[in-house]
Structure formats: structure tokens, C-alpha cells
């Protein structure tokens, strides 16, 4: 078992032959829409959420059934399993992106006990370590038909460097490995192997980075709320702020006050999604807002 593999089995309390690593999250979330899709199978998911899992579900002509959140904006794990009662494959972000919102533990149980036989429910944890939701990785361990992505790309602040894995039944991750390139840890750069494994032995890096940003995004979310602007409060490093116009042109309004935000969604055209930086960064967002929304 590499050092990685053990430092990933120590992290997550579950055995290493669970887990695989990859060069990010992507990569096996492509491969599970060519796994278990198809015309007769299709794909499930919230809406707004993580928009590139279902571009690859043109290649296997999978339905795409897309259901809103609820009012709470969580997964409407019902409605996703009555939208399509023969589905093969159900996506969970959770916490969700964009909205950083989280689905209850006991709703992705649900689904896992109420969905089709032989469908897999594919869940997104990205963004799990700054929120404080329960993980669904036990629920592999107990059997059922779940893969759970989890990534550096978050709180490691690795991106760039492309690490990540997948945790769940071997017989369910051998399914992912005829599409693309079969070994994928051949393709893992080092740098990120060695990266990763340092970050997973540090005991107070996640706690330590996922207060910064609690700080910052509730010192920030307070300032909206003296500002009367409306905005879906959030479990993440991101939320989604109601900007009243055009997604885009408030892209492009804060771009010129040397701000960079995030994009919209169909659903939500006049909502942004804002990320949540360091306190300098977020202190630099209040006051590009305050002069582009004219607080």
C-alpha cells in the first residue's frame, strides 16, 4: 500500500482497498456518466449544481433529468427518484456547488435504499471539509451502491497539481477503468502525490483553514445582510448572491473594479456565485460590491 494510500485510509477511517487515487475528481466523474448511463439509463441531478457532470452524457445518450432543490436547498432526493425511476446513475453534491448548501445524511440513505436496482449514487464531497456534514463514506464500507468523490482542489488548495480519489466498492470502480486511461495512478504527477500525502497527515491544516473561511464568509454574509442584499446562506467556501441583473453584466461590473466573481445558472440568471477568499479578499469584494450595486 503506497503512503498515500495510507494516509487516505488513516484520514477517512475505512480500508485502503476502498480507495483509488486519481488526477482529480473529474476524471472519474466523466468515466461514472459512460459506466452506468445510457439511453435506457439515465443521469440525476439537483439543479442548480456542478454542471460538468452531465457533459458527458451525450456520449452514452442519457436522459439528463434535472430537479430543483428544495426550499431549504437541499437535494429533493424524492422528486430525483421519481423523475426517473429507471435511471442509472444519481449525483449528490454535497456540500452543493454552487449553492454550498447541504443535503441531510439521511435523504442520500434514503436514496440509496429507495433507488433502482443496479443504479449508483455518485457523491460529490469536494467541498465537505468546510462544512460540518456527515460523510457518506461509511455507507461503502456498509455495502451499498455509492461512489464517493473526494478532492484536493478545495481546502489543499491543490487544483493545479490534479489529485484526487474515489471511495468505494472495488467491484464499482472497476467499472470506471475501460474508459479513458485504465491506471490512472501511472498518470499521477508526484509533486501531487507527495503533496497530498503531507497534506493528509496534517492534523490542523483543515480545522485551521476551515475557520479562515467561516470567518470571512460570515463577516461577510453579515455585511449583506445590513445591506439588504439577498443571498442563500451557505455550508461552504461559496454561495450564490442574488445581484439583481444579468449574471454576466455583473461579472463584467466587478471585473472592472478588479474583482473576479463566478458565473450564473440558468435556473438563477440573476445569482452569482461568489467564492469565499481570505479576509483581505473578501474585504476587497465588500467594497466592489458596495460601488457596483451601490450599497
Known sequence: ???????????????????????????????????????????????????????????????????????????????????????????????????GTLTPYEDIVWLLKHKPRDAVVLVDEAYIEFSDAESCIPLVEQGHDIIVLRTFSKIYGMAGMRLGFTIGRPDLIERLLPYGFPDSPLFLSMNAVVAGTASLQQNALVPGRKEANMLARDETFAFLRDHGVDYIPSDSNCFLLDVRRPGAEFVAAMAQQGIMVGRSWPIWPTRSRITVGSANDMAGFRHALSAVMSL
Request: glycine share 6%; with cysteine; aromatic share 12%.
Open 1 to 99: 500500500m503506497s503512503l498515500l494510500g495510507q494516509a487516505a485510509s488513516k484520514r477517512y477511517g475505512i480500508a485502503p482497498y476502498f480507495i483509488k487515487a486519481w488526477s482529480g475528481s473529474s476524471d472519474p466523474a466523466f468515466r461514472a456518466i459512460v459506466a452506468f448511463t445510457g439511453p435506457m439509463r439515465g443521469l440525476v441531478m439537483a439543479d442548480p449544481s456542478w454542471e460538468l457532470i452531465f457533459q458527458s452524457a451525450p456520449l452514452t445518450r442519457a436522459p439528463v433529468h434535472k430537479v430543483p432543490l428544495t426550499q431549504d436547498y437541499a437535494h429533493d432526493v424524492k422528486s430525483m427518484r421519481a423523475a426517473n425511476p429507471h435511471a442509472g446513475l444519481y449525483f449528490i453534491c454535497n456540500p452543493n456547488n454552487p449553492t
